[in-house]
Protein backbone atom coordinates (compact mmCIF):
# COMPACT_ATOMS: atom_id res chain seq x y z
CA UNK A 1 0.00 0.00 0.00
CA UNK A 2 2.88 2.56 0.76
CA UNK A 3 4.12 1.56 -2.65
CA UNK A 4 1.19 2.40 -4.01
CA UNK A 5 0.64 5.58 -2.41
CA UNK A 6 4.82 6.79 -3.30
CA UNK A 7 3.93 6.12 -6.87
CA UNK A 8 0.83 8.24 -7.02
CA UNK A 9 2.30 10.70 -5.35
CA UNK A 10 5.04 11.31 -7.69
CA UNK A 11 3.06 11.14 -10.62
CA UNK A 12 1.33 13.44 -9.07
CA UNK A 13 3.73 16.03 -8.73
CA UNK A 14 5.07 15.42 -12.37
CA UNK A 15 1.86 15.98 -13.40
CA UNK A 16 1.95 19.32 -11.87
CA UNK A 17 5.74 20.24 -13.26
CA UNK A 18 4.62 19.52 -16.62
CA UNK A 19 1.48 21.71 -16.56
CA UNK A 20 2.03 25.41 -17.51
CA UNK A 21 5.52 25.21 -19.01
CA UNK A 22 6.74 27.50 -21.58
CA UNK A 23 9.72 28.28 -24.10
CA UNK A 24 11.24 31.57 -24.58
CA UNK A 25 12.11 31.34 -28.28
CA UNK A 26 12.53 35.38 -28.85
CA UNK A 27 15.84 34.70 -26.73
CA UNK A 28 17.94 32.73 -29.42
CA UNK A 29 20.54 33.98 -31.13
CA UNK A 30 22.29 33.25 -34.34
CA UNK A 31 25.82 34.59 -35.68
CA UNK A 32 25.09 35.61 -38.99
CA UNK A 33 26.55 37.35 -41.80
CA UNK A 34 25.16 39.99 -44.42
CA UNK A 35 26.18 42.04 -47.34
CA UNK A 36 21.89 43.80 -47.13
CA UNK A 37 21.41 46.99 -45.73
CA UNK A 38 17.76 45.83 -45.56
CA UNK A 39 16.16 43.00 -44.61
CA UNK A 40 12.64 42.19 -44.56
CA UNK A 41 11.92 39.02 -42.33
CA UNK A 42 8.49 36.68 -41.94
CA UNK A 43 7.98 33.50 -40.26
CA UNK A 44 5.33 31.30 -41.37
CA UNK A 45 3.86 28.81 -39.28
CA UNK A 46 2.51 25.67 -41.50
CA UNK A 47 2.55 23.07 -38.87
CA UNK A 48 -0.90 20.70 -39.98
CA UNK A 49 -2.38 21.26 -36.43
CA UNK A 50 -2.00 25.15 -36.56
CA UNK A 51 -3.25 25.14 -39.72
CA UNK A 52 -6.68 23.01 -38.67
CA UNK A 53 -6.77 24.69 -35.52
CA UNK A 54 -6.24 21.98 -33.33
CA UNK A 55 -3.36 23.60 -31.65
CA UNK A 56 -3.01 27.44 -31.11
CA UNK A 57 -0.18 29.47 -33.01
CA UNK A 58 1.76 29.83 -29.62
CA UNK A 59 2.08 25.88 -29.39
CA UNK A 60 5.65 24.84 -28.78
CA UNK A 61 5.14 21.48 -28.06
CA UNK A 62 4.36 18.90 -25.26
CA UNK A 63 5.14 17.88 -21.47
CA UNK A 64 3.97 15.02 -20.40
CA UNK A 65 3.18 14.15 -16.28
CA UNK A 66 4.17 10.92 -14.48
CA UNK A 67 1.43 8.67 -16.58
CA UNK A 68 2.27 9.68 -19.57
CA UNK A 69 -0.44 12.46 -20.25
CA UNK A 70 0.16 15.42 -22.80
CA UNK A 71 -0.10 19.41 -21.66
CA UNK A 72 0.46 21.42 -24.28
CA UNK A 73 4.02 23.97 -23.77
CA UNK A 74 3.79 27.76 -25.30
CA UNK A 75 5.60 30.47 -25.91
CA UNK A 76 6.47 32.00 -22.89
CA UNK A 77 5.73 35.94 -24.71
CA UNK A 78 2.28 34.99 -25.37
CA UNK A 79 3.12 35.60 -28.92
CA UNK A 80 2.60 33.14 -31.63
CA UNK A 81 5.49 31.05 -32.15
CA UNK A 82 6.20 32.54 -35.38
CA UNK A 83 6.50 35.98 -34.04
CA UNK A 84 9.04 34.61 -31.30
CA UNK A 85 11.18 32.89 -34.12
CA UNK A 86 11.21 36.19 -36.74
CA UNK A 87 12.15 38.51 -32.88
CA UNK A 88 14.88 36.26 -32.41
CA UNK A 89 16.02 36.29 -36.25
CA UNK A 90 15.91 39.67 -36.71
CA UNK A 91 17.76 40.67 -33.38
CA UNK A 92 20.50 38.79 -34.38
CA UNK A 93 20.35 40.61 -37.96
CA UNK A 94 20.04 43.89 -36.40
CA UNK A 95 23.40 42.73 -33.92
CA UNK A 96 25.14 43.23 -37.34
CA UNK A 97 24.42 46.58 -38.38
CA UNK A 98 21.33 45.21 -40.93
CA UNK A 99 17.97 47.50 -40.86
CA UNK A 100 15.27 44.58 -40.21
CA UNK A 101 11.82 44.83 -40.78
CA UNK A 102 9.17 41.86 -39.81
CA UNK A 103 5.98 41.21 -41.56
CA UNK A 104 3.89 39.32 -39.74
CA UNK A 105 2.01 36.82 -41.86
CA UNK A 106 -0.99 34.35 -40.63
CA UNK A 107 -0.14 30.65 -41.22
CA UNK A 108 -2.94 30.61 -44.32
CA UNK A 109 0.12 32.63 -46.27
CA UNK A 110 1.35 30.14 -49.19
CA UNK A 111 5.31 30.31 -49.82
CA UNK A 112 5.21 32.69 -52.63
CA UNK A 113 2.56 34.88 -51.25
CA UNK A 114 5.21 35.08 -48.52
CA UNK A 115 7.77 36.49 -50.64
CA UNK A 116 5.99 38.91 -52.48
CA UNK A 117 5.24 39.84 -49.26
CA UNK A 118 8.95 40.47 -48.88
CA UNK A 119 10.00 41.77 -51.69
CA UNK A 120 11.97 45.08 -51.28
CA UNK A 121 14.22 47.41 -53.63
CA UNK A 122 16.54 47.98 -50.84
CA UNK A 123 17.71 44.81 -49.66
CA UNK A 124 16.65 40.91 -49.28
CA UNK A 125 14.00 39.14 -47.82
CA UNK A 126 13.97 36.37 -45.36
CA UNK A 127 11.59 34.07 -45.33
CA UNK A 128 11.28 31.16 -42.67
CA UNK A 129 8.94 28.29 -43.32
CA UNK A 130 7.51 26.30 -40.42
CA UNK A 131 6.55 22.84 -41.51
CA UNK A 132 7.37 21.14 -38.35
CA UNK A 133 8.28 22.30 -35.06
CA UNK A 134 6.92 20.49 -31.80
CA UNK A 135 9.13 19.01 -28.46
CA UNK A 136 7.65 16.22 -26.83
CA UNK A 137 9.20 16.24 -23.08
CA UNK A 138 8.59 12.71 -20.60
CA UNK A 139 11.91 11.12 -19.45
CA UNK A 140 13.75 12.69 -22.27
CA UNK A 141 13.10 15.52 -24.42
CA UNK A 142 11.97 14.84 -28.03
CA UNK A 143 12.06 17.59 -31.25
CA UNK A 144 10.59 17.09 -34.41
CA UNK A 145 11.34 19.52 -37.04
CA UNK A 146 11.26 20.74 -40.15
CA UNK A 147 12.27 24.60 -41.29
CA UNK A 148 13.16 25.77 -44.74
CA UNK A 149 14.62 29.23 -45.46
CA UNK A 150 14.18 31.20 -48.83
CA UNK A 151 16.56 34.40 -49.37
CA UNK A 152 14.24 36.59 -51.34
CA UNK A 153 15.36 39.02 -54.02
CA UNK A 154 13.71 42.58 -54.85
CA UNK A 155 11.44 40.80 -57.32
CA UNK A 156 10.05 38.77 -54.10
CA UNK A 157 11.87 35.58 -56.03
CA UNK A 158 13.90 32.89 -54.38
CA UNK A 159 17.94 32.94 -55.08
CA UNK A 160 18.42 30.71 -52.07
CA UNK A 161 17.23 28.50 -49.94
CA UNK A 162 18.22 25.18 -47.34
CA UNK A 163 16.34 23.55 -45.30
CA UNK A 164 16.49 20.67 -42.15
CA UNK A 165 13.99 18.40 -41.07
CA UNK A 166 14.13 15.38 -38.37
CA UNK A 167 13.77 14.78 -35.32
CA UNK A 168 16.54 14.71 -32.40
CA UNK A 169 16.62 13.65 -28.76
CA UNK A 170 17.59 16.71 -26.46
CA UNK A 171 18.27 15.01 -23.56
CA UNK A 172 17.22 14.82 -19.95
CA UNK A 173 16.21 16.83 -16.82
CA UNK A 174 13.55 18.88 -15.65
CA UNK A 175 14.34 22.25 -17.33
CA UNK A 176 15.28 20.60 -20.29
CA UNK A 177 12.02 20.86 -22.15
CA UNK A 178 12.29 24.48 -21.70
CA UNK A 179 15.71 25.29 -22.91
CA UNK A 180 16.84 22.63 -25.04
CA UNK A 181 14.28 23.12 -27.65
CA UNK A 182 15.10 27.13 -27.74
CA UNK A 183 19.23 26.34 -28.12
CA UNK A 184 17.80 23.53 -30.61
CA UNK A 185 16.26 26.60 -32.54
CA UNK A 186 19.33 28.91 -32.33
CA UNK A 187 21.53 26.06 -33.70
CA UNK A 188 19.25 25.13 -36.55
CA UNK A 189 19.38 28.62 -37.48
CA UNK A 190 22.83 28.49 -37.54
CA UNK A 191 22.77 25.84 -40.22
CA UNK A 192 19.90 27.12 -42.35
CA UNK A 193 22.31 30.87 -42.44
CA UNK A 194 25.43 29.44 -43.10
CA UNK A 195 24.78 26.64 -45.60
CA UNK A 196 26.64 27.93 -49.01
CA UNK A 197 23.15 28.54 -51.00
CA UNK A 198 21.84 31.23 -48.21
CA UNK A 199 25.09 32.42 -46.82
CA UNK A 200 26.44 33.77 -50.32
CA UNK A 201 22.85 35.51 -50.92
CA UNK A 202 21.94 37.02 -47.64
Not at 8 to 23: E, F, H, N, T, W
Not at 114 to 121: D, E, V
Not at 138 to 153: I, N, P, S
Not at 161 to 176: A, C, F, K, M, R
Request: with cysteine; net charge neutral.
Amino acid sequence: MGRIVFIVIVASLSAGCAVGRKQEFDSARVDVSTTSATINVAVVDHRPYVLSHDKTETFTGLSRGGYGNPFDVNTKSGQPLATDMANSVATSLRTKGATVNIAPLPPSTSDMAAMAKLATPEGKGLLVVVSEWKSDKYMRTKLLFDLHVYVVDAGGKPIGDSQVQGEDDLGTGITNGDTAPVAAFGQKMQQLLSAPTVAGKL
